[in-house]
């Protein structure tokens, strides 16, 4: 799998302003926030079903009340790719 391309990953994150590209240039990551710690359980939940279905799976990051989802694909060496672009806005839809 190849790194996309540097115009579609900015377009991207363009019309998903919540994503940002990791300052290591490795991932898109956003951070969401909940009312309480179940809640962001829930997201976590809901996140890996979609994860499963793509079978493209993001590191979670999970504190109280919020939730960090960091996406690369390690198959590409770690970096964004298609796959990301495609998980990331699954998740948005879901959101």
């Given at each position: 799998m190849?790194?996309?391309d540097s115009a579609v990953l900015q377009e991207f994150l363009r019309n998903h302003a919540q994503w940002e590209f990791s300052s290591d240039a490795t991932s898109i990551?956003?951070?969401f926030q909940f009312r309480s710690y179940?809640?962001?359980i829930d997201f976590v939940t809901?996140?890996?079903h979609i994860a499963?279905?793509?079978d493209h799976h993001p590191q979670m990051i999970v504190?109280?009340?919020k939730v960090t989802v960091r996406a690369s694909t390690h198959?590409?060496?770690g970096t964004v790719t298609e796959k990301d672009i495609a998980l990331a806005a699954a998740i948005?839809?879901?959101v």
């Open positions: 190849a790194t996309l990551e956003r951070i179940m809640e962001g809901k996140v890996a499963e279905e793509l504190d109280w009340a198959d590409a060496g948005d839809a879901m």
